[in-house]
């Protein structure tokens, strides 16, 4: 079993940057490939960014990508998201993910989830 907590949304005016945090506890979470997603009112939840468990591979969805930067920290249990340039479309609840098969981009393939975090870009 594997617990997740975000933290570090807020609201931010596009353009800004808000650096997304995620701390896992329970099982070992370097043995877990770690996913940020999102979802907005209304709509599907959907992939941002994942990292493979020693932090050497990643991928983006093409939307954030050059804009956002997944990274981890195994001797902290975290997983951090920053996101610059932001927009009016970042405006999310934001969830994190663990998977212990591999680096992957689909929902029903995460085995555990945090409880999500409020993203909120004005325009």
């Known amino acids: 079993q594997v617990q997740l907590v975000e933290s570090g949304g807020g609201l931010v005016q596009a353009g800004g940057s808000l650096r997304l945090s995620c701390a896992a506890s329970g099982r070992t979470f370097s043995s877990y490939a770690m996913g940020w997603f999102r979802q907005a009112p209304g709509k599907e939840r959907e992939f941002v960014a994942a990292?493979?468990?020693?932090?050497?591979?990643?991928y983006y969805a093409d939307s954030v990508k050059g804009r956002f930067t997944i990274s981890r920290d195994n001797a902290k249990n975290t997983v951090y998201l920053q996101m610059n340039s932001l927009k009016p479309e970042d405006t999310a609840v934001y969830y994190c993910?663990?998977?212990?098969?591999?680096?992957?981009?689909?929902?029903?393939?995460?085995?555990?989830w945090g409880q999500g975090t409020q993203v909120t870009v004005s325009s």
């Open positions: 990292i493979s468990w020693s932090g050497g591979s990643t």
């Open positions: 993910a663990a998977d212990l098969t591999g680096l992957r981009v689909g929902v029903p393939e995460y085995d555990y």
